[in-house]
């Protein structure tokens, strides 16, 4: 009796240890492109100016590829947010990855 108790302690520790693996294992969605995300966004909202929209999308979507190249774009909202950004991008290779990475986060 005392056996099996211990073995259900020691299973015990065991699965909590495994639990609490994962549990760190786990991958956030990257902070940095949701900012870059937001920072598209709000140039779409506040005083409209195309020249500095489209100076700003060059730069964010280069950023973007920077951050695929690096493999820092993981989850299915980082796939979307990188996403949105090359929608708004100016020819058709950025449209192309735009549903490349769309269709990735599904």
């Not at 995300?37 to 100076?55: A, L, V």
């Not at 950023?63 to 950004?85: F, G, P, Q, W």
């Amino acid at each position: 009796m005392v056996r099996i108790i211990l073995l259900a302690i020691i299973i015990g520790f065991i699965t909590l240890n495994f639990k609490s693996g994962i549990a760190q294992n786990k991958v956030c969605d990257n902070q940095e492109l949701i900012k870059i995300f937001k920072s598209d966004q709000d140039d779409r909202t506040n005083h409209i100016d195309r020249s500095i929209i489209q100076k700003n999308d060059s730069i964010r979507e280069a950023r973007v590829y920077e951050l695929l190249d690096s493999n820092k774009v993981r989850t299915s909202t980082d796939y979307c947010n990188a996403a949105l950004i090359f929608q708004h991008g100016e020819d058709s290779v950025a449209y192309g990855m735009a549903v490349k990475l769309i269709k990735k986060s599904i």
